[in-house]
Protein backbone atom coordinates (compact mmCIF):
# COMPACT_ATOMS: atom_id res chain seq x y z
CA UNK A 1 0.00 0.00 0.00
CA UNK A 2 1.53 3.43 -0.85
CA UNK A 3 1.65 6.11 1.72
CA UNK A 4 -1.14 7.86 -0.85
CA UNK A 5 -3.34 5.05 -0.75
CA UNK A 6 -3.47 5.19 3.47
CA UNK A 7 -7.24 6.04 4.30
CA UNK A 8 -6.91 9.83 6.10
CA UNK A 9 -9.92 10.75 8.02
CA UNK A 10 -10.48 14.87 9.46
CA UNK A 11 -8.14 15.98 11.88
CA UNK A 12 -9.34 15.74 15.51
CA UNK A 13 -8.73 19.07 17.45
CA UNK A 14 -8.88 19.09 21.03
CA UNK A 15 -9.54 22.78 22.40
CA UNK A 16 -7.89 24.19 25.62
CA UNK A 17 -10.39 23.00 28.20
CA UNK A 18 -10.14 18.91 26.15
CA UNK A 19 -6.89 18.44 27.12
CA UNK A 20 -4.40 18.54 29.66
CA UNK A 21 -1.36 20.16 27.69
CA UNK A 22 -0.25 24.00 29.76
CA UNK A 23 2.22 26.58 28.94
CA UNK A 24 3.72 25.90 32.20
CA UNK A 25 5.44 22.23 31.59
CA UNK A 26 6.74 23.62 28.19
CA UNK A 27 10.32 25.01 28.76
CA UNK A 28 11.05 28.89 28.13
CA UNK A 29 13.59 28.40 25.63
CA UNK A 30 10.43 26.42 23.67
CA UNK A 31 8.45 28.81 24.10
CA UNK A 32 10.06 31.34 23.43
CA UNK A 33 11.02 29.89 20.03
CA UNK A 34 7.12 29.05 19.33
CA UNK A 35 6.16 32.40 20.08
CA UNK A 36 8.66 34.21 18.05
CA UNK A 37 8.09 31.97 14.79
CA UNK A 38 4.29 32.61 15.34
CA UNK A 39 4.65 36.21 15.60
CA UNK A 40 6.70 36.34 12.22
CA UNK A 41 3.66 34.97 10.46
CA UNK A 42 4.96 31.45 10.53
CA UNK A 43 3.49 28.24 12.08
CA UNK A 44 4.75 27.12 14.90
CA UNK A 45 3.93 23.48 16.67
CA UNK A 46 5.55 21.81 19.35
CA UNK A 47 5.77 18.23 17.97
CA UNK A 48 6.66 14.72 18.04
CA UNK A 49 7.44 13.11 21.94
CA UNK A 50 6.58 16.40 23.19
CA UNK A 51 3.20 16.47 22.85
CA UNK A 52 2.84 12.54 23.83
CA UNK A 53 4.54 12.96 26.94
CA UNK A 54 2.88 15.77 28.28
CA UNK A 55 -0.64 14.52 27.73
CA UNK A 56 0.52 11.25 29.85
CA UNK A 57 1.91 13.83 32.80
CA UNK A 58 5.42 12.90 32.27
CA UNK A 59 8.17 15.25 31.78
CA UNK A 60 9.88 15.47 28.08
CA UNK A 61 13.60 14.98 28.19
CA UNK A 62 13.27 17.75 24.84
CA UNK A 63 11.19 20.22 23.16
CA UNK A 64 10.71 19.53 19.35
CA UNK A 65 9.42 22.20 16.92
CA UNK A 66 7.64 22.05 13.52
CA UNK A 67 7.32 24.69 11.19
CA UNK A 68 6.17 25.78 7.78
CA UNK A 69 9.46 28.54 7.63
CA UNK A 70 12.23 27.63 5.75
CA UNK A 71 15.50 26.70 7.16
CA UNK A 72 17.47 29.74 6.13
CA UNK A 73 14.12 31.99 7.32
CA UNK A 74 14.81 30.45 11.02
CA UNK A 75 18.44 30.66 11.13
CA UNK A 76 17.47 34.64 10.26
CA UNK A 77 14.81 34.90 13.31
CA UNK A 78 17.60 33.71 15.66
CA UNK A 79 20.94 34.66 15.99
CA UNK A 80 21.54 31.66 18.42
CA UNK A 81 20.42 29.40 15.77
CA UNK A 82 22.69 26.54 13.15
CA UNK A 83 21.92 24.63 10.73
CA UNK A 84 23.00 20.91 11.11
CA UNK A 85 22.50 18.22 8.36
CA UNK A 86 23.09 17.47 4.66
CA UNK A 87 20.65 15.80 3.58
CA UNK A 88 17.18 17.77 5.45
CA UNK A 89 18.09 20.85 6.90
CA UNK A 90 17.56 20.99 10.77
CA UNK A 91 17.78 24.19 12.69
CA UNK A 92 19.24 23.70 16.52
CA UNK A 93 18.46 27.01 17.91
CA UNK A 94 20.99 27.23 21.30
CA UNK A 95 20.13 28.48 24.51
CA UNK A 96 22.39 28.18 28.12
CA UNK A 97 21.09 25.05 29.26
CA UNK A 98 18.96 23.79 26.06
CA UNK A 99 18.70 23.24 22.43
CA UNK A 100 15.49 23.50 20.33
CA UNK A 101 15.19 21.69 17.32
CA UNK A 102 13.05 23.53 14.96
CA UNK A 103 12.13 21.27 11.76
CA UNK A 104 10.25 22.29 8.55
CA UNK A 105 7.06 20.25 7.64
CA UNK A 106 7.80 17.61 5.09
CA UNK A 107 6.19 15.54 3.34
CA UNK A 108 8.41 12.51 2.49
CA UNK A 109 9.37 9.27 4.90
CA UNK A 110 10.80 10.17 8.22
CA UNK A 111 14.74 10.57 7.76
CA UNK A 112 16.07 8.47 10.64
CA UNK A 113 17.73 10.56 13.32
CA UNK A 114 21.25 11.21 13.15
CA UNK A 115 23.31 13.58 15.27
CA UNK A 116 25.77 15.60 13.87
CA UNK A 117 29.11 13.24 14.47
CA UNK A 118 27.11 10.03 13.23
CA UNK A 119 27.97 9.13 9.83
CA UNK A 120 24.98 9.60 7.04
CA UNK A 121 22.72 6.53 7.04
CA UNK A 122 22.48 4.76 3.79
CA UNK A 123 18.67 4.33 4.07
CA UNK A 124 18.15 7.44 4.38
CA UNK A 125 15.78 9.44 1.95
CA UNK A 126 17.27 12.30 -0.64
CA UNK A 127 16.10 15.03 0.36
CA UNK A 128 15.09 18.32 -2.19
CA UNK A 129 13.47 21.38 -1.36
CA UNK A 130 10.16 20.06 -2.80
CA UNK A 131 9.92 17.77 0.21
CA UNK A 132 8.78 20.18 2.32
CA UNK A 133 4.91 19.61 3.08
CA UNK A 134 2.16 20.64 4.99
CA UNK A 135 1.58 20.04 8.49
CA UNK A 136 -0.64 17.30 7.63
CA UNK A 137 1.64 15.81 5.29
CA UNK A 138 4.25 16.34 8.24
CA UNK A 139 2.09 13.94 10.66
CA UNK A 140 1.33 11.02 7.73
CA UNK A 141 5.40 10.50 7.49
CA UNK A 142 6.25 9.84 11.09
CA UNK A 143 6.73 6.78 12.58
CA UNK A 144 4.00 5.77 15.28
CA UNK A 145 0.71 7.46 15.51
CA UNK A 146 1.54 8.35 19.37
CA UNK A 147 4.48 10.36 18.00
CA UNK A 148 2.29 12.61 15.65
CA UNK A 149 0.68 14.66 17.74
CA UNK A 150 0.84 18.76 17.20
CA UNK A 151 0.23 20.76 19.92
CA UNK A 152 -0.44 24.45 18.17
CA UNK A 153 0.89 27.49 20.28
CA UNK A 154 -1.42 30.12 18.47
CA UNK A 155 -4.84 28.91 19.54
CA UNK A 156 -3.32 26.14 22.35
CA UNK A 157 -4.99 23.26 19.94
CA UNK A 158 -3.52 19.55 20.02
CA UNK A 159 -4.51 18.11 16.56
CA UNK A 160 -4.49 14.57 15.69
CA UNK A 161 -3.84 13.77 12.23
CA UNK A 162 -3.28 9.97 12.22
CA UNK A 163 -5.34 8.45 15.67
CA UNK A 164 -2.89 9.15 18.21
CA UNK A 165 -5.29 10.57 21.08
CA UNK A 166 -6.89 7.24 20.80
CA UNK A 167 -3.86 5.39 20.71
CA UNK A 168 -2.21 7.20 23.71
CA UNK A 169 -5.44 6.29 25.41
CA UNK A 170 -5.62 2.89 24.63
CA UNK A 171 -2.16 2.15 25.69
CA UNK A 172 -1.42 1.04 22.14
CA UNK A 173 1.90 1.57 20.18
CA UNK A 174 0.91 1.81 15.96
CA UNK A 175 3.04 2.37 12.99
CA UNK A 176 1.75 4.91 10.64
CA UNK A 177 0.37 3.45 7.60
CA UNK A 178 1.96 -0.45 6.36
CA UNK A 179 4.51 -1.43 9.69
CA UNK A 180 6.19 -3.72 7.25
CA UNK A 181 6.93 -0.14 5.02
CA UNK A 182 8.07 1.48 7.35
CA UNK A 183 10.19 -0.99 9.16
CA UNK A 184 11.87 -1.25 5.59
CA UNK A 185 12.15 2.70 5.33
CA UNK A 186 14.24 2.95 9.06
CA UNK A 187 14.60 -0.38 10.71
CA UNK A 188 15.84 1.04 13.70
CA UNK A 189 12.15 1.75 14.01
CA UNK A 190 11.63 -1.66 15.20
CA UNK A 191 13.78 -1.51 18.39
CA UNK A 192 11.63 2.15 19.32
CA UNK A 193 8.49 0.09 18.85
CA UNK A 194 9.66 -2.01 21.81
CA UNK A 195 11.45 0.97 23.90
CA UNK A 196 8.28 2.78 23.63
CA UNK A 197 6.32 -0.32 24.72
CA UNK A 198 8.38 -0.63 27.74
CA UNK A 199 8.82 2.92 28.55
CA UNK A 200 5.40 3.61 28.83
CA UNK A 201 3.75 0.28 29.94
CA UNK A 202 2.01 0.25 26.23
CA UNK A 203 1.40 -2.93 23.93
CA UNK A 204 2.33 -3.36 20.24
CA UNK A 205 0.02 -3.36 17.96
CA UNK A 206 -1.26 -7.02 16.35
CA UNK A 207 0.09 -6.11 12.80
CA UNK A 208 3.21 -3.63 14.23
CA UNK A 209 4.05 -6.27 16.75
CA UNK A 210 3.79 -9.01 13.35
CA UNK A 211 5.94 -7.26 11.18
CA UNK A 212 8.30 -6.79 13.99
CA UNK A 213 8.55 -10.12 14.60
CA UNK A 214 8.95 -11.42 11.05
CA UNK A 215 11.57 -8.36 9.97
CA UNK A 216 14.69 -8.53 12.59
CA UNK A 217 17.38 -9.40 9.73
CA UNK A 218 16.67 -5.82 8.30
CA UNK A 219 18.22 -4.28 11.13
CA UNK A 220 21.22 -5.51 9.36
CA UNK A 221 20.89 -3.03 6.80
CA UNK A 222 20.99 0.02 9.24
CA UNK A 223 23.99 2.48 9.97
CA UNK A 224 25.95 0.84 12.50
CA UNK A 225 25.66 4.22 14.55
CA UNK A 226 22.76 4.94 14.59
CA UNK A 227 21.61 1.11 16.09
CA UNK A 228 24.69 2.31 18.75
CA UNK A 229 22.71 5.63 19.70
CA UNK A 230 19.69 3.74 20.25
CA UNK A 231 21.00 0.96 22.26
CA UNK A 232 22.79 3.49 24.72
CA UNK A 233 19.41 5.44 24.87
CA UNK A 234 17.63 2.70 26.19
CA UNK A 235 20.28 2.06 28.43
CA UNK A 236 20.47 5.66 30.14
CA UNK A 237 16.72 5.14 30.83
CA UNK A 238 14.96 3.19 34.13
CA UNK A 239 13.29 0.77 32.02
CA UNK A 240 16.43 -1.12 30.63
CA UNK A 241 15.53 -3.98 31.97
CA UNK A 242 11.91 -4.18 29.77
CA UNK A 243 13.69 -2.66 26.96
CA UNK A 244 16.51 -5.64 26.14
CA UNK A 245 13.36 -7.99 27.62
CA UNK A 246 11.58 -7.01 24.47
CA UNK A 247 14.43 -6.80 22.51
CA UNK A 248 15.22 -10.79 23.10
CA UNK A 249 11.55 -11.79 23.12
CA UNK A 250 10.93 -10.32 19.68
CA UNK A 251 14.43 -11.43 18.01
CA UNK A 252 16.12 -8.19 17.88
CA UNK A 253 18.72 -8.69 20.11
CA UNK A 254 21.36 -10.92 18.62
CA UNK A 255 20.70 -8.54 15.40
CA UNK A 256 21.62 -5.77 17.64
CA UNK A 257 24.44 -7.16 19.30
CA UNK A 258 24.89 -11.07 19.49
CA UNK A 259 27.58 -11.26 21.99
CA UNK A 260 25.15 -9.86 24.41
CA UNK A 261 22.54 -12.07 23.69
CA UNK A 262 24.79 -14.81 23.69
CA UNK A 263 25.47 -13.77 27.17
CA UNK A 264 21.85 -13.73 28.33
CA UNK A 265 21.53 -17.11 26.98
CA UNK A 266 24.69 -18.21 28.92
CA UNK A 267 25.69 -18.99 32.72
CA UNK A 268 26.58 -15.16 32.67
CA UNK A 269 22.60 -14.13 32.00
CA UNK A 270 21.65 -13.63 35.47
CA UNK A 271 24.59 -11.11 36.43
CA UNK A 272 23.76 -9.10 33.52
CA UNK A 273 20.42 -8.60 34.73
CA UNK A 274 21.36 -7.97 38.01
CA UNK A 275 24.26 -5.16 36.41
CA UNK A 276 21.55 -3.20 34.51
CA UNK A 277 18.99 -3.58 37.08
CA UNK A 278 21.23 -1.62 39.04
CA UNK A 279 21.81 0.92 36.40
CA UNK A 280 18.44 1.17 36.35
CA UNK A 281 18.02 2.23 39.60
CA UNK A 282 21.41 4.89 38.97
CA UNK A 283 19.14 6.22 36.17
CA UNK A 284 15.87 6.47 38.45
CA UNK A 285 17.97 8.20 41.15
CA UNK A 286 19.27 10.79 38.75
CA UNK A 287 22.70 9.25 38.45
CA UNK A 288 22.88 7.56 35.36
CA UNK A 289 25.98 6.17 34.63
CA UNK A 290 28.45 7.18 31.13
CA UNK A 291 27.89 6.02 27.62
CA UNK A 292 31.24 4.05 28.09
CA UNK A 293 30.25 2.54 31.08
CA UNK A 294 26.62 1.31 29.99
CA UNK A 295 28.15 0.12 26.98
CA UNK A 296 31.18 -1.94 29.94
CA UNK A 297 28.18 -3.12 31.79
CA UNK A 298 26.93 -5.05 28.87
CA UNK A 299 30.72 -6.42 28.22
CA UNK A 300 31.48 -6.70 31.89
CA UNK A 301 29.77 -10.66 32.12
CA UNK A 302 31.88 -11.59 29.00
CA UNK A 303 35.15 -10.22 30.07
CA UNK A 304 34.69 -11.93 33.72
CA UNK A 305 34.57 -15.37 31.69
CA UNK A 306 37.54 -14.82 29.72
CA UNK A 307 39.55 -13.23 32.80
CA UNK A 308 38.70 -14.95 35.83
CA UNK A 309 40.79 -17.32 37.14
CA UNK A 310 41.33 -18.86 40.52
CA UNK A 311 38.89 -16.42 42.69
CA UNK A 312 40.44 -13.42 40.65
CA UNK A 313 41.32 -11.67 37.43
CA UNK A 314 44.31 -13.18 35.90
CA UNK A 315 46.97 -10.72 35.16
CA UNK A 316 48.69 -12.49 32.33
CA UNK A 317 47.57 -11.44 28.79
CA UNK A 318 45.03 -9.08 30.24
CA UNK A 319 45.43 -6.71 27.89
CA UNK A 320 44.93 -9.29 24.82
CA UNK A 321 41.89 -10.51 26.77
CA UNK A 322 40.33 -6.89 27.04
CA UNK A 323 40.86 -6.58 23.27
CA UNK A 324 39.28 -9.78 22.71
CA UNK A 325 35.82 -8.84 24.79
CA UNK A 326 35.68 -5.15 23.13
CA UNK A 327 36.78 -5.45 19.46
CA UNK A 328 34.20 -7.18 18.11
CA UNK A 329 31.01 -5.24 19.23
CA UNK A 330 33.13 -2.14 19.29
CA UNK A 331 33.40 -2.58 15.39
CA UNK A 332 29.74 -4.32 15.06
CA UNK A 333 28.28 -1.03 16.53
CA UNK A 334 30.68 1.77 14.97
CA UNK A 335 32.25 3.33 18.06
CA UNK A 336 34.98 5.70 17.41
CA UNK A 337 38.36 4.84 18.60
CA UNK A 338 38.20 7.23 21.88
CA UNK A 339 35.33 5.19 22.92
CA UNK A 340 36.75 2.05 21.96
CA UNK A 341 39.93 3.28 24.14
CA UNK A 342 38.14 4.21 27.19
CA UNK A 343 36.22 0.81 27.29
CA UNK A 344 39.64 -1.13 26.68
CA UNK A 345 40.91 0.89 29.63
CA UNK A 346 38.04 0.96 31.81
CA UNK A 347 38.15 -3.33 31.74
CA UNK A 348 42.00 -3.17 32.27
CA UNK A 349 41.41 -0.94 35.13
CA UNK A 350 39.03 -2.89 36.50
CA UNK A 351 40.72 -6.07 37.22
CA UNK A 352 43.14 -3.30 40.03
CA UNK A 353 40.10 -1.90 41.81
CA UNK A 354 38.88 -5.28 43.08
CA UNK A 355 41.82 -6.06 44.71
CA UNK A 356 43.23 -2.76 47.41
CA UNK A 357 45.25 -1.18 46.09
CA UNK A 358 48.99 -2.26 46.38
CA UNK A 359 50.90 0.76 46.10
CA UNK A 360 50.78 4.71 46.56
CA UNK A 361 52.09 5.05 42.96
CA UNK A 362 49.69 2.53 41.47
CA UNK A 363 47.11 4.66 42.78
CA UNK A 364 48.48 7.79 41.11
CA UNK A 365 49.31 5.77 37.83
CA UNK A 366 45.73 4.53 37.57
CA UNK A 367 44.05 7.92 38.81
CA UNK A 368 45.48 9.32 35.60
CA UNK A 369 44.41 6.92 32.95
CA UNK A 370 41.34 8.09 31.09
CA UNK A 371 39.48 4.92 32.02
CA UNK A 372 39.78 5.12 35.66
CA UNK A 373 35.63 6.70 36.32
CA UNK A 374 34.17 4.55 33.88
CA UNK A 375 36.41 1.39 36.18
CA UNK A 376 35.26 2.97 39.02
CA UNK A 377 31.82 3.06 37.47
CA UNK A 378 31.56 -0.56 36.33
CA UNK A 379 33.32 -1.73 39.54
CA UNK A 380 30.80 -0.08 41.43
CA UNK A 381 28.18 -1.48 39.77
CA UNK A 382 29.73 -4.92 40.13
CA UNK A 383 29.97 -4.59 44.05
CA UNK A 384 26.71 -3.82 44.02
CA UNK A 385 25.57 -6.80 42.10
CA UNK A 386 27.80 -9.26 43.77
CA UNK A 387 28.00 -8.31 47.56
CA UNK A 388 31.35 -8.35 47.50
CA UNK A 389 34.77 -5.91 46.94
CA UNK A 390 32.60 -3.59 49.09
CA UNK A 391 36.42 -2.65 50.97
CA UNK A 392 38.55 -3.05 48.14
CA UNK A 393 36.44 -0.19 46.51
CA UNK A 394 36.57 2.08 49.73
CA UNK A 395 40.32 1.73 50.00
CA UNK A 396 40.76 3.11 46.72
CA UNK A 397 38.20 5.65 46.59
CA UNK A 398 40.16 6.98 50.38
CA UNK A 399 43.40 6.95 48.52
CA UNK A 400 41.93 8.87 45.17
CA UNK A 401 40.16 11.51 47.45
CA UNK A 402 43.45 11.89 48.69
CA UNK A 403 45.25 12.45 45.38
CA UNK A 404 42.36 15.35 44.22
CA UNK A 405 42.96 17.05 47.41
CA UNK A 406 46.94 17.01 46.44
CA UNK A 407 47.89 14.59 49.49
CA UNK A 408 49.85 11.46 48.88
CA UNK A 409 47.61 8.39 48.81
CA UNK A 410 47.47 6.19 51.92
CA UNK A 411 47.27 2.47 51.31
CA UNK A 412 46.53 0.83 53.83
CA UNK A 413 48.46 -2.77 53.23
CA UNK A 414 51.77 -1.97 51.56
CA UNK A 415 53.64 -4.12 50.35
CA UNK A 416 55.72 -5.75 53.74
CA UNK A 417 59.55 -4.13 53.45
CA UNK A 418 62.33 -6.35 52.67
CA UNK A 419 64.35 -8.03 55.80
CA UNK A 420 67.96 -7.03 56.90
CA UNK A 421 69.40 -9.93 55.02
CA UNK A 422 67.08 -9.85 52.01
CA UNK A 423 68.32 -6.12 51.21
CA UNK A 424 70.04 -5.89 47.80
CA UNK A 425 73.79 -5.12 48.16
CA UNK A 426 74.58 -1.84 46.44
CA UNK A 427 76.86 -2.17 43.68
CA UNK A 428 80.20 -0.18 44.22
CA UNK A 429 81.22 2.27 41.52
CA UNK A 430 84.05 1.38 39.39
CA UNK A 431 86.79 4.33 40.15
CA UNK A 432 87.92 6.03 37.10
CA UNK A 433 91.24 4.34 35.39
CA UNK A 434 90.88 0.83 37.24
Known amino acids: MSEQAIPRARARILARPEHSISRSLISEPALRVLYRLQRSGFTAYLVGGAVRDLLLGRTPKDFDVGTNARPQQIRRLFHNCRLI ?43 EAEEYGTPEEDAWRRDFTINALFYNIADFTVIDYVGGIEDLQGGVVRSIGPPTVRFAEDPVRMMRAVEYAARLGFEIEPETLAALRA ?89 LDAAWENGGIRRHDLEATVREVVDPPATRLSLSNHRAHILRSALFLLSRLLTPPPS ?21 LLSLATGQHGQALALWDEAASRVEQGLPPVVVSPQPAPSAGQRRRRRRRRREGT
Do not use: C, N
Open 85 to 127: GRRFRLAHVRFADEIVEVATFRRSPEAPELHEDLPEDVLAPVF
Open 215 to 303: MPAELRRAAPARIAYELVESLHGPHVLEVLRGWEEHGLLPEILPEIAATLAGQRGALLWDLLAHAAVAARQGAPLSDEALVGALLLPSF
Open 360 to 380: AKIVVRSLRQEGFPVARQLAG
